[in-house]
């Protein structure tokens, strides 16, 4: 389903056509983490989508989502989308502004809107990538909690469940985000036992809560190692509601690693009813997110002992975080070890 290359190559399925079914399985997308950022495009019959979160040429690399079966791609007001039997891929662009609430409660509500119409109404994991989004606005509310109020007020009215979620900043301007959405009844979302639900978060975090789940588990049709996945929110030094170790970046990987721990433990789990053991889980695909370039090495080493680098991909973005005194942030793809045909390159 899903690859990291550290090559910014071209992925691309020949004889496929927007808004045609494709002869065979493909791909669904491409998700570039580069030196530049655009709107997404349809390219080669698959979704492209530049985002600005590298410095340099060296550390590019490309996530490459793909599809079981034949590929459908389209259109929806300014979504780019492309899908297959089993899942959705969509992608979109808001430009810089002086706010981001009303843009992005539109963008969000006509991604609800197309999930529901095309068959994919479960969202099981999004991403989201801010200009700026520490700094303050126009109207002087930082960036993340502007764009958190518009999010909310979509969810709230299309009443939908809050699947697992990042929100980083990027190094260009405006909002880039994507997410993957599933058939009804494909999701479950799951909290840790030691952090509030962000949805829950008091107001001093801004006037509306972030929306997103710690993480969201996916089961399709038949329910075998291939069909289960586990996606792990961005996850921090963040305990109860409350930032730890403020300024001690080694202190705070250790608390964001220990709650992928907590989240991910057969206790919680089964808390959820998803019955499925730590030692069962592989880790496929991981980004870490980190505020102060000098910090990467320390976080990498950190990283290491944790995930298994002999099986698990990680990419080390140095970008802003959601708030202004988080160091590190760490998000996760695990499946179940039993699967066949789930690659990482």
């Not at 056509?17 to 019959?45: I, Q």
């Amino acid at each position: 389903m899903f690859h990291i290359s550290d090559r910014m190559t071209d992925t691309t399925v020949a004889s496929l056509l927007e808004g045609r079914d494709a002869a065979g399985a493909g791909v669904l997308a491409n998700v570039r983490f580069g030196t530049y950022g655009a709107g997404p495009t349809l390219a080669g019959g698959a979704v492209e989508l530049p985002i600005h979160m590298t410095h340099g040429r060296q550390h590019e690399f490309t996530e490459t989502w793909s599809a079981a079966q034949a590929v459908t791609t389209g259109r929806y007001e300014e979504l780019v989308y492309a899908h297959d039997d089993e899942r959705l891929f969509c992608a979109g662009y808001i430009p810089a502004s002086g706010g981001y609430a009303r843009d992005a409660e539109r963008a969000y509500s006509h991604i609800f809107e197309l999930t529901d119409q095309l068959g994919f109404p479960d969202l099981f994991r999004m991403w989201n990538y801010l200009g700026s989004i520490n700094d303050p606005n126009e109207s002087g509310m930082e960036t993340y909690r502007d764009f958190c109020v518009g999010r909310a007020e979509a969810f709230a009215f299309h009443g939908k469940d809050m699947p697992a979620a990042t929100g980083a900043g990027s190094l260009g301007d405006g909002l880039s985000f994507y997410l993957l959405s599933g058939r009804m009844g494909s999701a479950t979302h799951i909290e840790n036992p030691h952090q509030v639900p962000a949805y829950r978060y008091p107001v001093r975090y801004g006037p509306k809560a972030p929306s997103f789940a710690r993480a969201t588990y996916l089961a399709q049709a038949g329910g075998n190692g291939e069909s289960q996945r586990l996606f792990i929110s961005g996850t921090a030094s963040i305990i109860g509601h409350e930032t730890q170790h403020v300024g001690d970046v080694e202190a705070q990987c250790y608390v964001a690693l220990s709650n992928i721990d907590q989240l991910i433990s057969a206790a919680n789990l089964e808390r959820h009813d998803v019955r499925i053991k730590r030692d069962d889980l592989r880790f496929d695909a991981v980004k870490v997110y980190v505020r102060r370039s000098t910090d990467i090495p320390l976080v990498a080493s950190r990283c290491a002992r944790y995930f298994d680098d002999r099986e698990t991909s990680i990419a080390y973005l140095n970008v802003d975080i959601c708030r202004s005194d988080l160091l590190v942030e760490i998000e996760a793809i695990a499946s179940v070890r039993a699967q066949q045909g789930y690659t990482v390159e």
